[in-house]
DNA sequence: CCATCTTTTGTACATATGTACAAATGATCA
DNA sequence: TGATCATTTGTACATATGTACAAAAGATGG
């Protein structure tokens, strides 16, 4: 019978071993990835046993799964309170704007009470997109994209006139973005010279916000390159589909 | 090329086992990574001896060494071939969208005479730069900084109003993106539901020079969009931080 | 033909890996 | 307290790994 409370539910003041895997897992993975990381090096980074680990979650994979467990629902919740928001804004290109935030912020910052969560799993999704990993598809594939498609449908709402197959286009590239940003910013620093800092999260954002605003209210392909293209590209009203 | 049935030693003119072996290997590694493949694995898609790798390439790191030293050569050149071609471009959102077709499209298409060979190559750095290898990390920063800061320096020069640093940061997304669409290609077949193909690279350069190039022109984020510069931006925000 | 060099093959070895399992330890409560 | 459960520890095992190395096989030039 489950009558402790102090077992798993409540008791947020434990020393659990089993969230120093977790912890340590997930910072492990997020930087040299799955197939590089044993579980030996988990149990030492966590102060643990190796035989902990494999009581906890059974198999590699199982820590890996409990890991995105731990992580999708948090992430996924704010995402939709953002959204819900954004589609509140009635300046179209405001919208538009917080939309964009909207799907990029939690990926920087939400996540769980640990600093820095939401940016160390993100991280981690984008080397185990990178890998290929089997059992993570599953979950990517089941837990993601009914966000993508919503935040994709919203975006195409504020911009009518591009067809959707082209915003699927530039929210991979957005993702693509994000991930790269997170993976390798220290490239960012290096290219700027010192200029930029790429392991600022705040400004990351704003970069990738304005970026990817833009590049969403590009005209799409299949219409012709306006002939004074010099000037306003933005707003077109002669949409044929 | 070799019209031989599936096996591995009978009827060698030249088989040349060591780009058998190359070949193999980078197929290999830029889809399931690099510590992800043991040599075992190189040298049976090889048809080779595990102990033909060693003789060949020493060791494993000297395998995926080679091959980049193998394609880094013919694709930078080709990319600076382009550049040198979009900076005598007159209009300058021509020229813009000249050189990052420049960067992209031998991305794809560029290195050696293998089909496909430019985008695998790229792919396999796309996944290399996820695992942060550390024998790429150097060979990265010493081959790529250069033709990123030639490229950087020339959309500059096209977009001199941009501070650096934010051409910079845009530069990086279109890695990530292109990366990104290398890595997970399906993806983009997936949530266009089958309207887009994520594998054609055709359609995949285009839609990425588009949106980059947007990207590219949108106004630096010191400057919260003027209404009376350049395109037509609807003012946005600045209260956000 | 032989002699010499290059390449391939087979095998071996030390280590690393995921995971199973029993014993030891710790916690909880009648 | 002692009994029962949860957790941790230590160890073991089968397999996979990178790489070394010697023998075999093949090529090359005289």
Redesign the interface.
């Known amino acids: 019978m489950a009558q402790k409370p102090a077992s798993k539910q409540a008791a947020s003041r434990k020393p659990n071993m089993r969230e120093a895997i977790l912890a340590a897992a997930e910072e492990l993975f997020s ?3 799955f ?2 990381v044993s579980v030996r090096d988990i149990a030492l980074a966590a102060g643990a046993n190796p035989g902990s680990v494999t009581y906890h979650f059974k198999t590699k994979d199982g820590l890996l799964l409990e890991i995105y467990r731990r992580h999708c629902g948090p992430m996924n919740h704010r995402r939709f309170e953002l959204l819900e928001a954004a589609r509140r804004v009635r ?4 919208r538009l ?1 917080a939309i964009v ?1 909207a799907y990029v912020v939690p990926a920087f910052t939400s996540g769980s009470d640990l600093a820095g969560g939401g940016a160390r799993f993100t991280r981690l999704r ?2 185990m ?4 990993n089997e059992v993570v598809r599953k979950i990517i ?1 089941q837990t993601f ?1 009914d966000t ?2 919503a935040f ?1 449908d919203a975006i195409h709402e504020s911009l009518p006139h591009i067809p ?3 915003i ?14 997170l ?2 910013p220290e ?2 620093s ?3 010279r010192g ?2 800092d ?1 392991s600022d999260a ?1 400004n ?1 954002i ?3 916000v ?6 969403m ?5 299949d219409q012709p390159e306006p002939a004074n ?7 077109a009203d002669h949409s044929r589909a």
Chains 1, 2 share one sequence.
């Open positions: 930087i040299n990835g197939t590089a300046d179209l290109q405001d704007e935030r984008a080397v997109s990178a890998e290929g594939a994209d993508s498609h994709i959707r197959d082209e699927v286009w530039r929210g991979h590239f957005l993702l693509g973005a994000l991930y790269y940003t993976v390798t490239r960012v290096r290219l700027s200029g930029a790429g705040g990351a704003e970069q990738l304005r970026a990817t605003v833009a590049s209210q590009a005209p799409p392909l293209k010099r000037g306003r590209h933005v707003h």
